[in-house]
């Protein structure tokens, strides 16, 4: 995104400041009331009561309403073509889900050119920045051989430094019956291919798609090639996802729906994060993850919107955190802490998903007095205002 514009901006007159830093105020949100925040050179400079706030070259009153940390999206799957609202239509008239429905997308993304794809990751960067998210992670996945898992990862890194690599999504359809073989071949040829253009590497452990040992080849493989692994798993049912990340000192174990008391013990025990997708569970009407569960025994929990054509087609936090809070046992705080703090330490960040002095000043403005208003009005659109490393965006900001 090309910024111009001062060097400090103040936003005084805050309401309700989430800062995430306990040390500038109250609880897990160091919350502030009547606050201000200065940003300097792209960072927080300041933070403290309005009254005392220093001058800078541009202020925005915001006249009591509520200031966040911009949201952290540690899990999306942007590169892709193609559209699947039939497959949704059928899933809601009865169908049950499988993860077979990613084959039709790999096809659509296979035939779709450079520019059409670069315009969808754009379309969604900008969607995501309007409900407030301000660091998105990016997964590959829908092309499923060497050049276009390649020319996906590329994609992605015009638009965000966060690339994962999720060649091993699911077989694809050339490799029915032979998943060792397309694991051979992920292992051999496409992560040395894609490595230098990706930070992350992802697999999807789970029924329908690759066991524990398929996982383990591709995360190790990703990780003697300077990748950090992280997972899909425990979806659909039971398996060993969890314990596979936990084992690989993954970075995030995403979904984790259904788990069992060893598997939280093992999360507990371990600096992998568990990221939870509402989005996907409200998609495919499978049941909720037990938050309570995790939070409980000390997970680190984050929040996810999962953005991808088949099962979340959403890029909203927002719509997640109320969805967490309804129905996944959280408090709102806990909640609004997932989708910022929570996903920072899922991509081991810790310049953003703060307000703190020095993170990046990247901060959402709700039109609401607290931030508990994301939860108690589901659906609206409360988002206001976003700021990205100082600059306040607008509907037209590109990400580029």
């Known amino acids: ?106 096809e659509a993304t296979r035939a779709a050119t450079d520019d059409q794809l670069a315009d969808n990751v754009r379309r969604l960067m900008n969607e995501s920045l309007r409900s407030g998210s301000t660091t998105v992670e990016c997964k590959t996945g829908y092309g499923q051989r060497t050049r276009d898992e390649l020319r996906s990862a590329e994609i992605a890194g015009q638009f965000t430094d966060e690339v994962t690599l999720l060649a091993a999504h699911v077989p694809p359809p050339e490799y029915a019956g032979r998943a060792d073989d397309y694991v051979a071949m992920v292992c051999d040829e496409m992560i040395d291919a894609c490595a230098p253009h990706a930070k992350w590497i992802d697999v999807f452990c789970e029924r329908g798609a690759f066991n524990r040992e398929q996982a383990h080849a591709v995360l190790n493989a990703g ?21 596979l990340a936990v084992e690989m000192g993954a970075a995030s174990v995403d979904h984790v729906t259904y788990v069992t008391r060893a598997d939280i013990d093992a999360l507990a025990g371990s600096s992998t994060v568990a990221t939870l997708l509402p989005g996907a569970d409200f998609c495919t009407r499978n049941k909720y993850p037990d938050a309570r569960a995790l939070l409980d025994a000390g997970v680190t929990v984050a929040l996810g919107a999962d953005c991808n054509p088949g099962t979340s087609y959403t890029t909203s936090l927002p719509f997640c955190i109320a969805i967490a809070v309804r129905d996944m046992h959280m408090t709102p705080d806990e909640a609004v802490w997932a989708a910022t703090a929570g996903g920072a330490a899922a991509l081991r960040r810790t310049d953003v998903g703060t307000l703190g002095i020095g993170a990046r000043a990247d901060a959402v403005a709700l039109d609401a007095p607290t931030h508990l208003h994301l939860a108690y009005r589901p659906g609206v659109p409360l988002v206001g205002g976003v700021w990205k490393d100082g600059v306040r965006c607008t509907p037209e900001t590109e990400t580029v």
């Open 223 to 243: 990780v003697a090639r300077g990748l950090i692994p992280r997972v899909h798993g425990n979806q659909l049912g039971e398996g060993p996802g969890v314990r």
């Open 1 to 106: 995104m090309t910024t111009t514009g001062p060097r400090t901006t103040a936003l005084t007159n805050i309401g309700t400041l989430v800062t995430n830093d306990p040390g500038l105020g109250e609880g897990m949100l160091g919350l502030r009331h009547d606050a201000a925040v200065v940003f300097e050179d792209g960072v927080v400079a300041w933070v403290g009561d309005a009254r005392d706030a220093p001058a800078a070259d541009t202020a925005h009153d915001l006249g009591g309403r509520t200031v966040l940390p911009g949201f952290v999206e540690s899990h999306s799957h942007l590169v892709f073509a193609g559209d699947r609202a039939a497959e949704f239509a059928a899933r809601m008239s009865g169908e049950k889900y499988g993860a077979g429905g990613i084959r039709t997308t790999i």
